[in-house]
């Protein structure tokens, strides 16, 4: 039970953390002081007390998409475990589910933004379903492989199962999973390589474009939204990459939430050292994801 | 110490992919080294020590690690050539054909009739992947230079493949494949360097019909 109501908390409060410590250390390679780690709080407290535009083109579905999204992430997040502890909903092939809810969320966002009828917003839309169909063989080829590997189809199963034992047997196709998952990571979460989420520059921008209209709340849920879906493949990512499980409940707690924060330095470190790769390189790049994926999963099925 | 060979040379297809994504020959030819420097330490790992080990696991480093690259690296200075620009078939599909040769791969050496002690090793589906790899280099790529890699990568396939039979393999012949080798990419350096010289490019596509003086 206290299990549930810190994965509840945790999932709630922490995420924008995360945006914050990637902007620091971005700002502490760039020589900055930086905005404050809370800066992303501030911003989402601003947002949701401003009021709204809404363009008089626009359908219900302009609305709804933000909160369509939020909510599937608020499911997702329910379905992951968090530090060794297991998922408050799980069921047998809920990965499906976890997949697809991302997959819904995407929709609404593209349809979302095509909805307000701008050319921009339906280049951008057309990039975003481009690069996520490319990135969704990845995701699904690596939660085969666990799920191959720890023989079930739950993802609390799926994700609890790695440990440093399984590492020392299976290391390569681990090495190959954590390789592609961090690639699916940086791609999903739109940014660096493939996607700077500070930009607002017109020829590059992918997920920016599509949000430009929003405003206020609806912008706000956005950004918690976008907050919420890095949490969420971070912790599978964590799951996977740093499977350590002492045992005692609150260390665990502890141990994944560290984690976590030395994720969101490393995703800082790689996008203050990487330059933002050309359009059409990106889907070389995940094409190649899916292929050390697919490896993966030959060699574990061999 | 078997489990340690198998990253390797899962190592090795990964670098098959990786010179199969890449246009940068520079790139290929560094990696091509790497391969060669880890086929090169491989017979040590899964056969116990001997004279000849030691000679094979030096002969194979030097030869495939550092002189072949430099010959390489030294035609493409010279050739001025950085990337192979267009090639026949483009970057993403032959890296998915590919992995789809590298799945067959297994596919095929799990039905190959094998001594028990080498069932559950990866040398055969490895080797059978980095042959069909360099062949998919070899023929889909126009400059001259990534079809001598291609060949390269051929090669060490096969190497991988007689890894297994080390222990039956006298040092002449492994003396005498490297040597062929070497003179091979020898030679191929100075024709690249020739071709370059007399038409101002190395596609070897336009090199079909014969001239008429």
């Not at chain 1, 369509?68 to 809920?94: K, N, Q, R």
């Not at chain 1, 196709?173 to 500070?198: K, Q």
């Not at chain 2, 090793?121 to 001598?148: D, E, H, M, N």
């Amino acid at each position: 039970m206290t299990d549930i109501i810190i994965h509840c908390a945790v999932a709630l409060l922490f995420p924008p953390l995360l945006l914050g410590v990637i902007g620091k250390t971005k700002a502490a390679f760039a020589g900055r002081v930086g905005a404050p780690y809370l800066q992303p709080y501030f911003d989402l407290i601003k947002l949701f007390r401003k009021g709204s535009v809404f363009s008089e083109t626009t359908t219900w579905v302009f609305r709804a998409g933000p909160l369509i999204t939020l909510s599937a992430a608020l499911i997702a997040v329910l379905l992951i475990p968090l530090g060794h502890h297991g998922a408050p909903l799980s069921f047998s092939g809920d990965l499906i589910l976890f997949a697809y809810l991302f997959g819904l969320s995407r929709f609404f966002t593209t349809i979302a933004a095509l909805d307000t009828g701008s050319s921009f917003e339906g280049m951008g839309a057309a990039r975003e379903v481009t690069f996520s169909c490319l990135a969704e063989p990845t995701l699904f080829f690596s939660l085969l492989t666990l799920a191959r590997i720890s023989k079930s189809l739950s993802l609390s199963t799926i994700l609890t199962h790695p440990t440093p034992a399984i590492w020392l047997a299976a290391g390569a196709s681990m090495l190959l999973l954590v390789g592609a998952l961090f690639i699916t990571l940086l791609a999903e979460n739109c940014r660096i390589p493939f996607d700077d989420p500070n930009t607002h520059l017109e020829l590059t921008m992918i997920h920016e474009v599509m949000v430009l209209d929003h405003s206020g709340p609806a912008f706000g849920i956005i950004l918690y939204g976008a907050a919420l879906k890095l949490f969420i493949l971070g912790a599978v990512f964590i799951n996977i990459a740093f499977p350590v499980a002492t045992g005692n409940a609150l260390i665990d707690w502890g141990i994944f939430i560290a984690a976590m924060l030395v994720l969101a330095v490393a995703i800082g470190v790689v996008e203050s050292v990487m330059a933002r790769l050309r359009l059409v390189r990106i889907p070389q790049l995940l094409v190649g994801a899916t292929i050390l994926s697919a490896f993966a999963m030959l060699l574990v099925l061999r | 110490m078997s489990s340690f060979a198998d990253q390797l040379l899962v190592l090795v297809m990964l670098i098959n992919l990786i010179m199969l994504g890449t246009s940068r020959l520079m790139f290929s030819i560094r990696a091509v080294a790497v391969q060669g420097v880890i086929l090169g330490v491989l017979p040590g790992l899964i056969h116990p020590f001997s004279g000849h080990l030691a000679g094979i696991t030096a002969g194979i480093i030097l030869a495939k690690g550092v002189a072949i690259p430099y010959f390489i690296g030294g035609a493409v200075r010279k050739a001025q050539i950085r990337r192979e620009v267009e090639p026949f078939v483009g970057y993403v599909p032959t890296l998915l054909l590919g992995a789809i040769f590298t799945a067959l791969a297994f596919v095929f050496a799990e039905r190959l009739p094998l001594a028990p002690e080498h069932k559950d090793l990866l040398f055969v589906p490895a080797s059978i992947a980095t042959l069909l790899c360099g062949f998919l280099i070899l023929t889909t790529r126009r400059k001259a230079i990534s079809q001598v890699i291609g060949y390269l990568v051929m090669e060490n396939g096969i190497f991988v493949f007689g890894l297994l039979l080390t222990e039956a393999m006298p040092v002449m012949v492994e003396a005498g494949a490297l040597l062929d080798l070497l003179v091979g990419i020898f030679v191929m350096g100075i024709v690249i360097n020739h071709i370059s010289r007399e038409f101002s490019s190395i596609d070897t596509s336009r090199l079909r019909a014969l001239k008429e003086e």
